[in-house]
């Protein structure tokens, strides 16, 4: 187990990234709604570098009462990031997989210091 410094978390800006090698591989940190998730780097689908594509809210259809359909919008909370190789979007929170829940994104915990962010890899 080794518990790997990261970065100061005054730093990183809402919906910032930082890549970094550790011992299982490169390993991403995400900053979303001011929480601290860290993701290897490594999509479960076909291998691509999950955590380099975008960010950007879970689209969401909007029902009327009536069953009507009223369009779509972006989700107030729910962040995703899409794997630029074939579109996989995965929960920054969970790091599920929006379209499938069998798959995920390996995750590790973070620990913030006095402000300093820490992942631990097992
Ligand atoms: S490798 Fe990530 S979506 Fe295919």
Request: aromatic content about 10%; charged content about 25%.
């Amino acid at each position: 187990m080794a518990e790997i410094y990261v970065a100061h978390s005054k730093d990183l800006v809402e919906g910032s990234k930082v890549f970094f090698q550790s011992d299982v591989g490169e390993l991403c940190l995400i900053r979303a709604n001011n929480l601290f998730h860290a993701f290897l780097n490594i999509c479960p689908h076909q291998g691509g570098p999950a955590c380099n594509g975008l960010l950007i809210h879970r689209v969401e259809e909007i029902i009327a009462e009536d069953k009507t359909y009223q369009g779509m919008r972006f989700h107030e909370r729910d962040l995703h990031v899409v794997c630029p190789w074939h579109g996989w979007e995965f929960n920054v929170e969970t790091g599920r997989c929006a379209g499938d829940g069998k798959f995920a994104l390996r995750r590790f915990p973070v620990t913030e210091k006095n402000g300093d962010l820490y992942v631990t890899v097992k």
